[in-house]
């Protein structure tokens, strides 16, 4: 045969299917490139007895590495030119173990995409980033442990590749389980073949209306298999009767070796001394370079295989130069030092496209001579074998595992070597499984030598990532587990300190805070118990804001869905923005249909945003997806704190959006009027029972969310849901106006003006307070301040309205002096003692006169 054999040159003249259809009546339906591609066996599997064996996937049938390689690029280039310039953007994902190699090859053709396959190889050290099950496969647990864990929250398409798309089953629930995870716009599904039925033809347009993306479907052939009742069981039993003559067959066998032995003229053990001798190949694989897409491989790494291969595939082709056994074909001389007429380069199991891409390589050097080259993989898959023209499995050679598989000990299969004629073998492993059980007298290198004139043995350094030191953070919390939210309206990343007593005095807070002594997010306040006045004063404030507010909610929500693209993440700053961050999801679901993940997280004054909470949401989304939000600012510090927090985080957006930004703090608004809100009249009980959130190192340790506790037992007094529906059922009635102001604003100027910082400042330095922090301008959080410190006094605009009706009747409580003054850019200032101490109080925590 010369160099380089033609495709239509691998194509059987009997189809190799036809054994197993005459026999079960099992049919092939479709164009003719899948009954040229795809043919037949059978094995022992209770969940589906036949197996479609591909002739140019490079597993069980060996075949030229340059037609393998060709058909996933192909397949890759396929796909590039259905994302035309979103190609570039693409994350490609194959399936182990039989499409390792393809998904690569996919890639390849794509270009410039990074890719990943799923393992069943555990790799300690490296985070899990997902897994899921494959229902018919003989070994189902799928691992993705990516060495960059923000791998798979990358925005752009993700493609899937497996061999064949069957029912389907197994590609739509990984998208589920990832979609989950790792939201995104559109999905391509690539396999050689689409099997579907015509009843899994309709689920897909189904599945992706369910999850709301773009789900395509590219493949080299279609068609289907026709399967007739009882197939299953007659194909089992079918099975059953040829390993019974099969076993027969061997103990016949071994009688007669026994007697030839007895009477001395048994062979010799051809086996064991080449597989003794197996030699082994350097091909100097190059340093840091992965031994495929177990953690990734990106296209950098694909650059530096390409520039490695021609050298590696030298080193390998000067090794077959040598005497030959004769124990193959005979094509060689045996025992001249020619050079091997026909060669297999034999993977092994999930290592499929190093193997292969040395075969191309192999290929390409023996272009000009009479050597042929081939390709196939060892496979932990059982397949019956039958020496049938018309069987796609003529020949099976089993051995026992070889790389201490997680699942135990086991038999494994090369298929279609054994009679195939080939004069070398070269094995490739990596350094994981060059093992004493590959070299055993049973092993993959003796069962091999019986077959062959030479083995050779290329071992490529298995890669292990760094070390990743951090620990797996868990799942956000929902309710209502955790807070009287529902589950879909937000995932707090806090740890639950429900059962730790963490409350404080009001007083004893405000001493510990100013003395030094600690931090205000060491502790709590003790939730404040809301009277039946002021519990109707919110109920009032609520009625007659609530439409105000649905237009805030609306047109923050429309200026981010403009200005940061369709699919943003939500985080809501607990927990004031969280109560913000659950309307502006409704808002989007509402006008939109748009289905936005949203979280909570902590950020505390002084001590910066939780960072494995950005971790979290870094592993789970693309960081510039990233929209934080806020009730309202105040004199902007907790937006300076977030831009400060977010230096060392790559990716993030500093910006923050909040419903109302009377201090001029933000570009992001839904209005700049501080009026009141009536989520801030209350704690809690308007925030989904949580309390603020809490940040002390005897309960936070380097490697977990804040803390922060869901108040149950306050359940008969929670309007957390009546708050949000109250507003979102105003949102038909000021839809129009939410368009007008959104297009409004979006045409303005509205860069930040900090007119609230300058005020405060002022304001600290009239006061004699001589500290900005215990200034606490604007309707929200004046409010805080009588609910959660000592307050000093309250400065009001002369001449605000109803929305100060609660501050008044809060101040009142307390014994706090209201003083109307002109000239504020706020409704109202809150003001905290300046020199707090219990002697500055009364008894009752009421403030005294000012000395």
């Known amino acids: 045969m010369s160099g380089r054999a033609t495709e239509k040159e691998t194509v059987d003249v009997v189809w190799s299917g036809s054994w197993v259809a005459e026999r079960l009546g099992v049919a092939l339906a479709g164009d003719q490139e899948v009954r040229d591609m795809l043919g037949l066996a059978l094995r022992r599997n209770p969940r589906r007895a036949h197996l479609l064996v591909s002739h140019v996937l490079g597993k ?356 279609n070597v054994a009679g195939a004629g080939f004069d070398a073998v070269v094995v490739v492993v990596d350094s994981h499984a060059d093992t004493p059980e590959l070299h055993a007298p049973e092993g993959l290198l003796a069962r091999l030598a019986a077959h062959t004139g030479r083995v050779l043995l290329a071992v490529i350094p298995s890669y292990t990532p760094e070390r990743q030191e951090f620990t797996m953070l868990p799942e956000p919390l929902r309710g209502p587990a955790f807070s009287s939210y529902a589950a879909e309206d937000v995932g707090w990343l806090l740890q639950d300190l429900s059962d730790t007593e963490l409350e404080a005095p009001t007083e004893e807070r405000e001493e510990a805070i100013q003395s030094g002594g600690a931090h205000y997010a060491e502790s709590l306040p003790v939730e404040y118990q809301p009277s039946p006045a002021y519990q109707a004063l919110f109920q009032a404030a609520l009625e007659t804001s609530a439409a105000r507010i649905a237009r805030a909610v609306g047109t923050v929500t429309e200026t981010v869905l403009e200005e940061r693209g369709p699919r943003p993440v939500l985080v809501s700053l607990a927990r004031a923005g969280t109560p913000v961050g659950v309307l502006m999801r409704r808002w989007a679901q509402h006008r939109h249909g748009l289905d936005l993940p949203h979280y909570a997280v902590s950020i505390v004054r002084g001590r910066g945003i939780d960072a494995n909470a950005l971790r979290w949401l870094a592993a789970h989304h693309d960081p510039a997806d990233v929209v934080f939000v806020d009730g309202w600012t105040g004199k902007g510090a907790i937006t300076r704190e977030l831009a400060v927090a977010l230096e060392e985080f790559e990716g993030f957006n500093p910006e923050i959006a909040v419903l109302a930004d009377p201090g001029g703090c933000v570009r992001t608004y839904g209005t700049r009027e501080d009026f009141l809100i009536p989520s801030a009249c209350l704690n809690s009980t308007v925030s989904g029972l949580i309390s603020r959130t809490v940040l002390r190192a005897d309960l936070v340790g380097p490697d977990d969310f804040h803390g922060a506790k869901f108040y149950r037992e306050l359940a008969g007094s929670d309007v957390s849901l009546d708050f949000l529906e109250t507003v979102a059922a105003r949102f038909d009635e000021v839809a129009d106006e939410v368009d007008e102001e959104a297009k409004a604003l979006l045409a303005a100027d509205r860069a930040p003006t900090w007119e609230g910082w300058a005020a405060v400042e002022r304001i600290s330095e009239e006061y004699g307070i001589h500290d900005v922090n215990l200034v606490k301008p604007g309707v929200g959080e004046t409010t805080r301040v009588l609910l959660r410190r000592v307050p000093w006094k309250i400065l009001a605009d002369r001449g605000a309205g109803a929305d100060l009706d609660h501050v008044r009747l809060l101040a009142e409580q307390r014994g706090v002096p209201v003083e109307e003054v002109d000239g504020l850019p706020y409704s109202c200032v809150g003001l905290i003692h300046p020199k707090y101490t219990r002697g500055a109080t009364g008894a009752d925590g009421k403030a005294v006169t000012e000395q």
């Open 60 to 415: 069980h049938v060996p075949q030229l590495p340059s037609v393998v390689h060709g058909a996933g690029v192909d397949l890759g280039r396929a796909v590039r030119d259905l994302l035309g310039p979103e190609a570039d953007r693409a994350i490609v994902l194959g399936y182990a173990e039989t499409a390792t190699g393809l998904g690569h090859s996919v890639a390849d053709g794509i270009g410039s995409a990074p890719y990943l396959h799923s393992t069943r190889r555990p790799v300690p050290g490296v985070v899990r980033a997902g897994g899921f099950e494959e229902s018919h496969s003989h070994a189902t647990s799928h691992l993705l442990l990516p060495e960059d864990p923000a791998l798979l929250a990358r925005p752009g398409t993700l493609v899937l590749v497996d061999d064949e798309f069957s029912t389907g089953n197994t590609v739509l629930n990984t998208i589920r389980a990832l979609h989950d995870l790792y939201p995104r716009e559109r999905y391509v599904i690539v396999a050689l073949a689409d099997m579907r039925s015509a009843e899994d033809r309709g689920r897909l347009t189904g599945f992706a209306a369910e999850i709301g993306a773009r789900v395509d479907l590219v493949a080299r052939g279609t068609g289907t298999v026709v399967l007739p009742e009882g197939v299953l069981e007659r194909g089992q039993a079918l099975v059953a009767e040829q390993e019974a003559a099969e076993a027969a067959k061997a103990a016949e066998a071994a009688e007669a070796a026994g007697a030839a032995e007895a009477s001395g003229a048994a062979e010799p053990d051809v086996a064991g001394a080449v597989a003794a001798q197996a030699v082994r190949v350097d091909l100097g694989w190059p340093e840091g370079l992965p031994d495929g897409g177990r953690h990734g491989f990106t296209p950098a790494h694909r650059a530096t295989l390409e520039r490695a291969l021609p050298a590696m595939a030298a080193r390998i082709a000067a090794a077959l130069q040598g005497p030959y056994g004769g124990t193959a074909s005979g094509s060689g001389d045996p025992g001249s030092g020619a050079g091997p007429r026909r060669v297999l380069v034999l993977g092994f199991e999930e290592l499929m496209y190093a193997p292969l891409r040395l075969g191309t390589a192999l290929e390409q050097l023996h272009d000009v001579t009479d050597t042929e080259v081939r390709y196939s993989t060892t496979t932990r898959s059982p397949v019956l074998a039958v020496d049938d023209p018309g069987y796609a499995i003529r020949s099976r050679l089993a051995f026992p595992a070889h790389d201490a598989p997680a699942d135990g000990p086991g038999d494994r299969y090369t298929y």
